[in-house]
């Protein structure tokens, strides 16, 4: 087996440099310039700054079948409806499932609809629930997300950005 080490060099930052940056991100909170993407969610929104914000990260743990799929989908879309006047990008990266399924699992949440209704597991779909779907499919489509669905290691991600 093959293995690669790292040149990349540790860098180091001084405590001065952290505090320019912390009085920046509060100033920038302060006077609005920055702010935290809002969810459906006013516990998640309490807890977290406000929202989704920016240059942090989030870590969504649960077992098999918890939902956490179910909630990364809502909450990615839900995004774009409740922050329409911010300006941003998603890229979102889903190894357990291709990105179609993901947004079959978005419209089956907004449609209020299981999967196995939207794609005909037990019973045909009514022409009428598909108009439904094709209008919501056509308001998300729009939304600056981007999937990854093919897996590679960190190396070939960065270099892919």
């Known amino acids: 087996m093959e293995t690669s080490l790292s040149n990349k060099s540790l860098t180091f930052k001084h405590i001065s440099h952290a505090t320019d940056e912390i009085l920046e991100y509060i100033n ?7 702010k935290s993407l809002k969810t459906r969610w006013k516990k998640f929104n309490d807890t977290c700054e406000g929202g989704i914000s920016p240059n942090s990260l989030y870590s969504i743990p649960g077992i098999s079948g918890a939902g956490k799929s179910a909630f990364l989908n809502s909450l990615t879309i839900d995004l774009f409806d409740y922050n329409p006047t911010i300006d941003f990008v998603v890229l979102a990266f889903s190894f357990e499932m291709l990105s179609s ?19 005909t597991v037990k019973s045909v779909l009514s022409d009428a629930d598909f108009t439904k779907v094709e209008e919501e499919a056509k308001k998300i489509k729009e939304y600056p997300i981007f999937y990854v669905d093919t897996p590679g290691t960190v190396p070939e991600i960065r270099n892919n950005l």
């Open 28 to 34: 920038g909170r302060r006077l609005g310039t920055i």
């Open 101 to 119: 399924k993901n947004v079959g699992r978005s419209l089956s949440y907004r449609l209020k609809k299981t999967t196995s209704e939207l794609y």
